[in-house]
T-cell receptor, first 115, second 116 residues
Framework: AQTVTQSQPEMSVQEAETVTLSCTYD???????LFWYKQPPSRQMILVIR??????QNATENRFSVNFQKAAKSFSLKISDSQLGDAAMYFC????????????FGTGTRLKVLA | GAVVSQHPSWVICKSGTSVKIECRSL??????MFWYRQFPKQSLMLMAT?????????EQGVEKDKFLINHASLTLSTLTVTSAHPEDSSFYIC????????????FGDGTRLSIL
């Protein structure tokens, strides 16, 4: 069975600085999808970025980028130029390529942004 | 705009009553929807997978008689918490699978359920 681990329960970053949130996973599948979701205090789940395992190129969405290391089964999220609005819980999620399409979520990292 | 509409956003009711939560897919037909439960400061816990026109698939440990799921159309799934008790108080979130292997789940805004 697949597992997702987020080893940092909480992180802090100064406004305008860069922070990296870590996520590792365990799977025997060769093809899969990885996602980062943001959950602000409003508790909405907002998709931040996604990565297909068959793509070697790291995904980027504006200030958000990932460092996808398939062999190491690592999928970290880098937030550049951090803003106060980035403060939230961040969840890493794994999804198999077919079948039930269920997500396996990590336990989350709470990001605090300091003014 | 919103892809998924979840209603109500907050409900308070007395112990012993049943509560229905609706999840609507606004932008596309959804053969698969998911229901999650989230305790404070914890991750999302998948309760069940809702399949249009068939019985829901419940995760281990989830009482199917307590949490009734109906997915009667391609745009609507409902979760009914039957004979709710204070321990059922939680945040419930639905999501819609968008179809296509590389598509993400789209989440509703959640329902805060408080049982007195």
């Amino acid at each position: 069975a697949q597992t997702v681990t987020q080893s940092q329960p909480e992180m802090s970053v100064q406004e305008a600085e860069t922070v990296t949130l870590s996520c590792t996973y365990d799977t025997s599948e060769s093809d899969y999808y990885l996602f980062w979701y943001k959950q602000p205090p409003s508790r909405q789940m907002i998709l931040v970025i996604r990565q297909e395992a068959y793509k070697q190129q790291n995904a980027t969405e504006n200030r958000f980028s990932v460092n996808f290391q398939k062999a190491a089964k690592s999928f970290s999220l880098k937030i550049s130029d951090s803003q106060l609005g980035d403060a939230a819980m961040y969840f890493c999620a794994y999804r198999s390529p077919s079948g039930t399409y269920k997500y396996i979520f990590g336990t989350g990292t709470r990001l605090k942004v300091l003014a | 705009g919103a892809v998924v509409s979840q209603h109500p956003s907050w409900v308070i009711c007395k112990s012993g009553t049943s509560v229905k939560i609706e999840c609507r897919s606004l932008d596309f037909q959804a053969t698969t929807m998911f229901w999650y439960r989230q305790f404070p400061k914890q991750s999302l816990m998948l309760m069940a997978t809702s399949n249009e026109g068939s019985k829901a698939t419940y995760e281990q440990g989830v009482e199917k008689d307590k949490f009734l799921i109906n997915h009667a159309s391609l745009t609507l799934s409902t979760l009914t918490v039957t004979s709710a008790h204070p321990e059922d108080s939680s945040f419930y979130i639905c999501s819609v699978y968008g179809g296509g292997d590389n598509q993400p789940q789209h989440f509703g805004d959640g329902t805060r359920l408080s049982i007195l």
